[in-house]
């Protein structure tokens, strides 16, 4: 079972990233998926959810109208495209799926700074 996150790296305030999350090893369209992240000192949270047929998502209220999860369980995929970006955005970002086992990604870094 691998999940191998992508797209993270430095970014402005005000900017986009678009963050990947390939999936293999396990029926992906039968799992939810989510995106957490964890700052420097700060507990892992999670920032946006989203159902396995991706009818139905779900997000931290920070992120919300900033931040879009989809899927494309065609390509095993789940994105975080992140708009308007925050320095406080600035975090480690791991995407986790959640069926009859969970698995977590290694983890991309977001920077957000001027």
């Known amino acids: 079972v691998q999940l191998v996150e992508s797209g993270g790296g430095l970014a402005q305030p005000g900017g986009s990233l678009r963050l990947s999350c390939v999936a293999s090893g396990f029926t992906f369209s039968t799992y939810h998926m989510s995106w957490y992240r964890q700052a420097p000192g700060k507990e892992r949270e999670v920032v946006a959810w989203i159902s396995r047929d991706g009818s139905s998502t779900n997000y931290k209220d920070s992120v919300k109208g900033r931040f879009t999860i989809s899927r494309d369980n065609g390509k095993n995929t789940v994105y975080l495209q992140m708009d308007t970006l925050k320095p406080d955005d600035t975090a480690d970002y791991y995407c986790?799926?959640?069926?009859?086992?969970?698995?977590w990604g290694q983890g991309t870094e977001v920077i957000v700074s001027s």
């Open positions: 986790q799926a959640t069926g009859t086992r969970q698995y």
